[in-house]
C-alpha cells in the first residue's frame, strides 16, 4: 500500500458516504421515496401505500422463527441443465447469474424452527432466482422439507411466490406437481398439517400443484395468484373480467383462499394455526 493510499484511509472524509442509493426506497405500487431503514424496519412493506415488496427466504426466516433463530435445511443434489437447453443464452448461464444476483443455490430454500413456540419446516420460494420457476432443483427442495417435517413430525409451511415451471427443463419441471403431491399425501397420512402463504406473484404450475393443495391457504395483501394471466384468460374465452380477480382480497371473497394477512400479523397468525392444527406438538 502506498503512503497516499495510507493517507487517505485514515482520513474521516474516506469512509464510504451514503448515497441516494443506500438510503431510500422507491415503492413499486406508490412510487413514493421512503428511507430503506423505515422500510425495513417496516418488514419490508411500504409505510404509505402498505404494499407488501418481495423478499427472499433469508428475510422470510427472520422474520418468521421466533428471534430469528432456524436451522437451515440442505437440499438434495439435482441435475443443472438437463436438458442442455439455450434461448438467447445458456440456460447454465443464466443459473449461474441467479446464484451470483441471490447467493442461494436454487429458487427454494428450507429451514427448521420454531414460530410462537412451535416447531415448524419452513419452506421459501425466492422470486429474485429466476422469478422463483419450478424446475427440478426447487421439486427436491420442496419433497426435502416435507420429508424433514415427516422426521420432526412437526408441520410443513410453504411460502410459494413463482411465475411457473421452469421453461428450461421442459418436461422435467412439470413431473415436479406430482412429486409435491405425492409428498403432501405423506404427510397428511402422517397426521401433519400443511400451510400455505401465498404471496406476490404465485402463478403456473405452482399454483395448479402445491400452493393450492395446504389445510389452511393464507395470503399477504393485494398478491397476485392465479393460473394463466388475465389477458391471455380474456382472449380465450372472450369476455372482459373483473377488475383485481387475481388478487388476493378477490380469491378471499369467492372461497379460493382463506384469510388475508399483513405481514407484522404473520407469526403470531402461524403461531395460532400450529396450535389448533398440532396441539400435541406445541413446545
Given at each position: 500500500?502506498?503512503?497516499?493510499?495510507?493517507?487517505?484511509?485514515?482520513?474521516?472524509?474516506?469512509?464510504?458516504?451514503?448515497?441516494?442509493?443506500?438510503?431510500?426506497?422507491?415503492?413499486?405500487?406508490?412510487?413514493?421515496?421512503?428511507?430503506?431503514?423505515?422500510?425495513?424496519?417496516?418488514l419490508?412493506?411500504?409505510?404509505?401505500?402498505?404494499?407488501?415488496?418481495?423478499?427472499?427466504?433469508?428475510?422470510?426466516?427472520?422474520?418468521?422463527?421466533?428471534?430469528?433463530?432456524?436451522?437451515?435445511?440442505?437440499?438434495?443434489?439435482?441435475?443443472?441443465?438437463?436438458?442442455?437447453?439455450?434461448?438467447?443464452?445458456?440456460?447454465?448461464?443464466?443459473?449461474?447469474?441467479?446464484?451470483?444476483?441471490?447467493?442461494?443455490?436454487?429458487?427454494?430454500?428450507?429451514?427448521?424452527?420454531?414460530?410462537?413456540?412451535?416447531?415448524?419446516?419452513?419452506?421459501?420460494?425466492?422470486?429474485?432466482?429466476?422469478?422463483?420457476?419450478?424446475?427440478v432443483?426447487?421439486?427436491?427442495?420442496?419433497?426435502?422439507?416435507?420429508?424433514?417435517?415427516?422426521?420432526?413430525?412437526?408441520?410443513?409451511?410453504?411460502?410459494?411466490?413463482?411465475?411457473?415451471?421452469?421453461?428450461?427443463?421442459?418436461?422435467l419441471?412439470?413431473?415436479?406437481m406430482?412429486?409435491?403431491?405425492?409428498?403432501?399425501?405423506?404427510?397428511?397420512r402422517?397426521?401433519?398439517?400443511?400451510?400455505?402463504?401465498?404471496?406476490?406473484?404465485?402463478?403456473?404450475?405452482?399454483?395448479?400443484?402445491?400452493?393450492?393443495l395446504?389445510?389452511?391457504?393464507?395470503?399477504?395483501?393485494?398478491?397476485?395468484?392465479?393460473?394463466?394471466?388475465?389477458?391471455?384468460?380474456?382472449?380465450?374465452i372472450?369476455?372482459?373480467?373483473?377488475?383485481?380477480?387475481q388478487?388476493?382480497?378477490?380469491?378471499?371473497?369467492?372461497?379460493?383462499?382463506?384469510?388475508?394477512?399483513?405481514?407484522?400479523?404473520?407469526?403470531?397468525?402461524?403461531?395460532?394455526l400450529?396450535?389448533?392444527?398440532?396441539?400435541?406438538?406445541?413446545?
Amino acid at each position: 500500500m502506498s503512503w497516499l493510499d495510507r493517507v487517505r484511509n485514515a482520513l474521516p472524509f474516506a469512509a464510504k458516504r451514503d448515497t441516494a442509493d443506500n438510503l431510500w426506497h422507491k415503492c413499486r405500487e406508490c412510487q413514493q421515496m421512503v428511507f430503506v431503514k423505515e422500510w425495513e424496519d417496516n418488514l419490508n412493506v411500504c409505510p404509505r401505500c402498505d404494499h407488501h415488496d418481495r423478499i427472499g427466504a433469508k428475510e422470510r426466516f427472520a422474520q418468521l422463527f421466533d428471534g430469528g433463530l432456524h436451522e437451515p435445511i440442505a437440499a438434495p443434489a439435482a441435475p443443472e441443465d438437463p436438458l442442455k437447453f439455450r434461448d438467447t443464452k445458456k440456460y447454465a448461464d443464466r443459473i449461474k447469474a441467479a446464484r451470483a444476483q441471490t447467493g442461494d443455490r436454487d429458487a427454494y430454500q428450507n429451514a427448521f424452527g420454531r414460530i410462537g413456540g412451535h416447531p415448524a419446516v419452513v419452506g421459501v420460494q425466492d422470486f429474485a432466482f429466476m422469478g422463483g420457476s419450478m424446475g427440478v432443483a426447487v421439486g427436491e427442495a420442496f419433497v426435502a422439507g416435507v420429508e424433514e417435517a415427516i422426521r420432526r413430525g412437526c408441520p410443513y409451511i410453504a411460502i410459494t411466490a413463482a411465475g411457473g415451471a421452469r421453461m428450461q427443463e421442459g418436461t422435467l419441471s412439470l413431473m415436479q406437481m406430482p412429486r409435491a403431491t405425492v409428498a403432501l399425501a405423506r404427510l397428511r397420512r402422517a397426521g401433519l398439517p400443511y400451510i400455505v402463504l401465498l404471496t406476490d406473484p404465485t402463478t403456473g404450475g405452482v399454483t395448479a400443484s402445491y400452493a393450492m393443495l395446504g389445510d389452511v391457504q393464507i395470503s399477504e395483501p393485494k398478491a397476485l395468484i392465479g393460473f394463466a394471466g388475465q389477458r391471455v384468460i380474456e382472449n380465450t374465452i372472450r369476455e372482459k373480467l373483473p377488475e383485481g380477480f387475481q388478487r388476493a382480497e378477490y380469491l378471499l371473497e369467492h372461497g379460493m383462499i382463506d384469510m388475508v394477512v399483513h405481514r407484522k400479523e404473520l407469526p403470531a397468525t402461524l403461531g395460532r394455526l400450529i396450535g389448533y392444527l398440532a396441539p400435541e406438538k406445541a413446545a
